[in-house]
């Protein structure tokens, strides 16, 4: 019935496995790939007619984990996966971004890519699986793709590499980058570092990238094997088209390309486009679409041949000049930490908020209920670019953030340290150019602002490329039309002395590494000059936190005296909150943290929390309360919670007959520890007024 073809190899001790034609057989490429007992299935479907007003590549990349893979059912009151999670989202991004570059600019078939994590092991992270096996699934499928990919996960561990960690390993890792390209180039890396060194990250770039070639090469044969027949894609002759825009617009976009001003710069070539289009307007053989994508491709010309030819860019800067910086701190009177950061026409509102351990997010997944201290969000308001349009937080929102919390992460100080919970907030509030690498500085800045010590101030710079043929420029700081009509985006961040987070796109099919080389080389440059212009803001965190940031103060207990804390049902923590109006949490380890927002409740609760916890000591006086009589003596609460008896012997200088004689209920008292038995304090007042 089944006519499978399935394709072994081991990689670092590891064998993956790649088998297709018994699942998802309607599928266009459909393959399962494994290694250990992690299982993802990866499909994907074509639209066999183009949409004729589709002037993009329609590629979407849905990576999905099923909850059944690690044997959990989903929380919430539904117990079914529901939008993807964040993590869910960044793999989908790091799927799509070697894979796109390698279709034909002509192939605009819609195309959707489905790689689903069926099984996991919670050690061989499905991410790598999924890039090989959804790259697999494209190459039998017979469409257009200039593949196979592969990928490699890269650790570095006491001062060696290794490929593809376990997720334990990962743990020991000062490296955590993920690789992906063909067999002759590096396509796109992910990263986060504590703080290596240009020259180790790009060893470990060129370690990963050998470490995947036997992938592809075992795709490849898998592909001889199944592979379906070829598409045939259509390319129109557009070159009269090409030859009277050239023709007639070429002056005109020099000029606007000279504009330095971005608003007046898109305006023009807004009105040129629109000019353009007109001289077709009614021929039928060509579209807006046909006019607006050799319109592109002119100003692509006129753009990179300025910059490789006269080393001449957009806005009149040097290849490795940066544009004017201004830093701004505390510009937000009630926020704990607040800055601006503007650089050229890129600009950042980042806001920092500390709060305590109740405030961590709780994230499920299939690795169970995680908790996280550090949160980062990026928005990006259309305004920030002078439009209108959709309010929300989409892929590239969810993507930019993480990449600035990569680079902030290593830098943060330990729990034990400093046990606040950090949440940053960077509000995008105008865009030419990296705001993702402007999230990193503002961050950094607003950090410091709040008194959180960090280890180093960290800073980042976008990077980019023009290539044709052997000659090429990096460009340091690059604006949106660089990016856009460029071959590279390659963001680095990090210290003054080390790398903290490496994130490359490459539009082209690949890069050599002597241009990577340069790249980092000029990149830290651009770095050091960025982290200078930052400290004549703030060179180092504040000394303690803002008058508005709660004052945090923990004290150990031990283990036993937790129940004591919470109290039945939470009634004595409760009571600590009502009356210092302080808050209080309490982790299994028996570390109370105590949050307030005044010295005053702080020291309430903290004393609170010290008399539950007191031990009685003997021969020592205290004061207490009497709590209930008996025939043979009164209770008295003396120590928090504690009670001890002073019996009816112990209660005066000379003989009493009956309690209430003596003491009632209420009545505050001095008592003095005279001994314990079988874990209960006997008490004594006759003594403690001697």
């Known amino acids: ?25 309607q599928a ?19 639209a066999k007619k183009v949409n004729p007003d589709m002037d993009y590549f329609p ?7 099923k909850y059944y893979a690690a044997g959990k059912i989903p929380g919430g009151y539904f117990k079914r996966e529901a939008r993807p999670t964040e993590s869910e989202t960044l793999i989908s991004r790091l799927i799509d971004r070697p894979i796109r570059p390698l279709f034909p600019d002509e192939f605009k078939n819609e195309v959707q890519l489905l790689p689903t994590v069926i099984s996991y092991d919670k050690e061989n992270e499905p991410d ?37 960690p376990s997720k334990s390993q990962l743990e020991n890792s000062s490296l955590d980058l993920v690789v992906a390209g063909t067999k002759d180039a590096v396509l796109m890396v992910e990263s986060e570092a504590n703080g290596l060194t240009e020259e180790e990250m790009l060893n470990a770039v060129k370690f990963g990238h050998e470490g995947f070639v036997p992938v592809i090469e075992m795709i490849e044969e898998l592909a001889k094997e199944c592979r379906k027949p070829e598409w045939t894609v259509e390319k129109k002759d557009l070159s009269e088209v090409k030859k009277k825009l050239e023709e007639t617009f070429t002056e005109d976009l020099k000029k606007a390309f000279a504009t330095r001003d971005k608003q007046d710069r898109s305006n023009q070539i807004s009105e040129i486009t629109d000019k353009a289009k007109k001289l077709y307007e009614e021929n039928e053989n060509y579209t807006d679409l046909d006019v607006n994508s050799q319109l592109k491709n002119l100003e692509k010309i006129i753009v990179r041949t300025d910059i490789l030819k006269n080393k001449n860019r957009i806005d009149g800067r040097g290849l490795s000049d940066v544009r004017p910086i201004e830093c701004e701190v505390g510009i937000l009177p009630r926020a704990h930490g607040s800055a601006l950061f503007t650089r050229g026409e890129t600009q950042a509102i980042v806001v920092a908020t500390l709060g305590t351990s109740d405030d961590e997010q709780r994230i499920e997944s299939l690795d169970g209920l995680q908790r996280e201290r550090f949160m980062l969000h990026y928005n990006f308001p259309p305004f920030s670019v002078g439009e209108t349009g959709r309010i929300g937080t989409g892929r590239r ?18 729990k034990e340290a400093f046990p606040y919970t950090f949440r940053i907030v960077s509000e995008i509030t105008e865009s030419n150019g990296s705001s993702s690498m402007a999230t990193v500085c503002g961050t950094s800045l607003a950090l410091m602002d709040a008194g959180v010590p960090i280890k180093e101030p960290v800073a980042g710079i976008a990077m980019g490329l023009i290539k044709e043929g052997d000659d090429f420029s990096v460009l340091s700081d690059i604006l949106g039309d660089e990016d856009h009509l460029g071959d590279m985006d390659f963001k680095v961040a990090g210290t003054k002395d080390g790398i903290t987070s490496l994130q490359m796109d490459i539009k082209i099919t690949g890069i050599t590494f002597e241009i990577m080389e340069q790249a980092l080389s000029q990149a830290k440059d651009g770095r050091v000059h960025i982290l200078g212009e930052m400290n004549k803001a703030l060179s180092s965190s504040r000394e303690d936190v803002g008058k508005h940031t709660p004052k945090m103060e923990q004290v150990n207990v031990d283990k036993k005296d937790i129940a004591a804390v919470i109290g039945k049902g939470g009634a004595t923590i409760r009571e600590i909150v009502e009356k210092s109006g302080a808050k209080v949490d309490v982790n299994d380890e028996g570390v109370v943290t105590v949050a307030a927002p005044d010295e005053t409740s702080r020291n309430i609760a903290m004393q ?25 003596g009164a209770f008295v609460n003396f120590l928090g919670k504690q009670d001890g008896l002073v019996h009816i012997s112990e209660l005066a200088d000379k003989r009493v007959a009956k309690v209430t004689d003596v003491v009632k209920e209420g009545d505050e008292v001095k ?11 006997k008490l004594s007042m006759k003594q403690a007024i001697d």
């Open 608 to 632: 609170m929390i010290k008399d539950i916890t007191a031990k009685a000591e003997l021969n020592k006086i205290y004061s207490g309360k009497v709590m209930k009589i008996m025939e043979f």
């Open 128 to 164: 790598i699986l999924s890039i090989t096996a959804s790259s697999a699934a494209l190459a039998i499928s017979g469409m257009p793709f200039m593949g196979p990919v592969g990928a490699s996960r890269v650790g570095f561990i006491d001062g060696k590499y290794v490929l593809n």
């Open 59 to 65: 590629l979407s990349v849905n990576y999905q984990e």
């Open 28 to 46: 266009d490429g459909a393959i399962i790939a494994t290694c250990g007992e992690t299982v993802v299935l990866a499909t994907v479907v074509g």
């Open 397 to 414: 929102e969810i993507g930019h953030g993480k990449l600035a919390w990569r680079a902030i992460n290593s830098s943060l100080p330990s």
């Open 671 to 681: 008592v003095k520890v005279i001994g314990f038995d079988r874990g209960k304090v």
């Open 1 to 25: 019935m089944f006519k499978v073809y399935k394709k072994e190899i081991e990689v670092s001790g590891k064998k993956i496995s790649l088998e297709t034609g018994k699942v998802a057989r």
